[in-house]
């Protein structure tokens, strides 16, 4: 389809080329109808919203048969696209048991119309010419179906995207919240029984607990944003003075959603080892591979294991996450505690 610019360009190039153009008479005609199709192209390539569907759909109707009477005056002027025009808008404004019939409709009345010209003598394109006039209708009905496929590809991103963020701040926010109120629940447990220090202990785990789910959900949203982060000098900051951070290979970025990825995974796994192993030794290792890039974490079993139980969810959130990124995520015991592996094709 024309854009507004494009069809301006037309409509000053058709008042300068169109002959004979006058007050009177064959001149008066002819500036009659450049007039109306002037207008049918000027609206009909203006943004939709701008335009009510009733108005477009009988300017459509008013296009045919201006356009038509238009095209024996217009056969040397710029002007003979404006019956091309019309069939185009027709095949991209409706389906094809509308759109056909329409296109034929263009087809015939150009035929028709030159056939009369022709017949008063006047010098235009013979008659036959007219029937291939519809023929941009399939163009416009082409354009259609690439249209409203972008549009449902874009539907469907916006919708990937927003599951993928709905994912990652629930998992944020499950850790944090589950962890907070699990220390609340002993806190009070430890009160009933008048272990007042032990209470204390619990709310201040429950405190900082609050405080990382806070950090956490800021780096989600910071993960969320277009450009990504970068990948080794925000793991060395995640993973801080908590665990031993190691790097193989030639570093590269991945993907955002790679990238992604990998963060949350380091995320998920200091956050259970902390939970269930808490002062063991955590080592967290990053490889690049010629094809892949491959996370390790792996923590020794604690002298002194936490008594919580995990429920599994985070982990088949991560399995979730790296399917959707072309990825693999294990967790499982070792001779030493446990590990979290974690391959991303990149």
Known sequence: MLTPYFAAV???????TLRPLGVEGEGLLVLCLLVVNSVVMSVRTAPEKWVPARVGNGLIGV???ASAALLPFATDSIASVFPFFVAGSIGYRFRPSVSLPLAASVSVACAVSLAIADACGIDTWPPIAGLVVGMPALLGYSRRNRVAALEAQIRERALAER???ARDIHDVLAHSLSGVTMQ???ADALLDGNRIESARESIRRAQSLSREGLVEARRAVQALRDDALPLVPTLRDLVGDQARFEVHGSPREPSVEGSQFLIRSVQEAMTNAHRHAPHAPVDVALTFHP????????NQASESPSAVVGSGMGLVGMRERAALVGGTATA??????WRVHVTLDA
């Open 10 to 16: 037309i409509v000053v190039a058709s008042f300068l």
């Open 63 to 65: 296009g045919i048969v």
């Open 163 to 165: 599951a993928r963020i």
């Open 184 to 186: 609340l629940e002993v």
């Open 291 to 298: 094809k892949s890039i491959e996370l390790t974490v792996d």
């Open 332 to 337: 499982g015991p070792t001779d030493q505690g």
